[in-house]
């Protein structure tokens, strides 16, 4: 089989959890499956540090099959207009996967799309407005135009049924998996206090890894945080923020300021990759009350390091962190705080939810991923 | 598997309102457990009730909102709660 990747989430130099997502099943699949050939479509617009990268994630199973025009406009054109997407890329491939919600018109042989989730449906306030407009224009036509549709999560699926009951079934299911390599119990904690220092994280800490915005309740996640101080006091751990600026995310750092909490959160700066996990392996806990989330990557990684997890019972949350973390609600604060109260107190539970997780994560692979993935492929070559 | 508290429906009420209700609610639960006065719970109390929770529309071109019976028994156990710490 030739199978084409379309490579638009791993060409950015700050990749999003789609990015990662698609880079851990095409890199898994390619080496698991050999006898195939791949490649990565994309754009580069002119852009030769983009082809490096992507070429550094090809390895030598990939191969690039590039295009100098322009990304941007081609998506923008595409939009309205019928342009051929083979024109740039070419009616070699049996089956090409679009990672990321669009497939574009006249894409030769079988067409894959991932859909992650349905938010721009169910919490319309909290995604940008062309991201929106661009999935209420595209998304119906892309989702008509695949073959089949990959989700995440189980929860994904119920939620692309519920808006688009037509295209059932063509939906299956692909969990997400966990990079082993980058997240895993901590074997020097040397690192854990240059990271900290670097930083400038003091003492003991609660973490939160995900983009700075509304969807992901950090105003109520702060709200909950204050009243933990107020109840433990001086010694209370802080709250560790690490994550990209998002959207609408000045009610987020005005809320903190409000609450007078400006000197135990701490909102970090890029955080390397190499030091995610040294990060997460110092933190008392993770705390990640979203109230949306079509996979939720990060409690999954902070699992794969053996650290405890606070999480929402809401969306896929409870699919990934299943009995091994404290759950809360989401839209109480009271239930926030004492989640963190809970952890904090309790060794005990912070150990048992540890050594839970640390095995829950290990369900959850690359490879068993990409073997998903591949019968996905197998079912269209049929 | 779901914890989900207030589930998505077609149609329903509008998220964003509810969403401010709740915090508006959770706001003077908060404060009562850290010793606001009574008459001043109460007032704020009070100020929630003025909070309008809208419908979306239903059919075809109906979004999204929270599940009608969800919103309300949460929200009755949240102000029972109040209601109780008020006396």
Known sequence: MRITFDAVPICSDKMTGIGWCELGQTQTLAALFPENRYEYSFFTSGDNERVKRVKKFAGKHIKLNTSGFSGFAYRAVSTFLPVPYSLFFGRKSDITHFFNYIVPPFVHGKKVVTVHDMVYKSFPDTVRGRTKYMLDIGLKRSMKRADLIVTDSEFSKREIVKYFPQHESKIRVVPCGVDTERFHPCDSPERISKVKKSLEIEGDYFLYVGTIEPRKNLERLITAYAAFVKKVGGNSPKLVLAGGKGWLDQGIYSRVEKLGMTQNIIFTKYVPSEDMNPLMCGSLAFVFPSLYEGFGMPPLEAMACGVPVLASGEASLPEVTGDCAVICDAYDTKSIAEGMFKLYNSEKLRKELSQKGLQRAQGFTWKRSAELLMDVYRELAK | ?87
């Open chain 2, 1 to 87: 598997m779901s914890f989900e508290v207030l589930r998505s429906k077609k149609g329903g009420y509008v998220k964003s309102d509810v969403i401010a209700k709740l915090d508006a609610l959770n706001a003077v639960l908060l404060g009562l457990e850290n010793g606001m006065p009574r008459e001043q719970a109460l007032a704020e109390l009070k100020k929630t009730e003025q909070i309008e929770i809208r419908k979306e529309k239903r059919g075809f071109f109906g979004a999204s909102g929270f599940d009608t019976e969800d919103t309300e028994t949460y929200l009755a156990d949240l102000i029972a709660k109040i209601e109780k710490l008020i006396g």
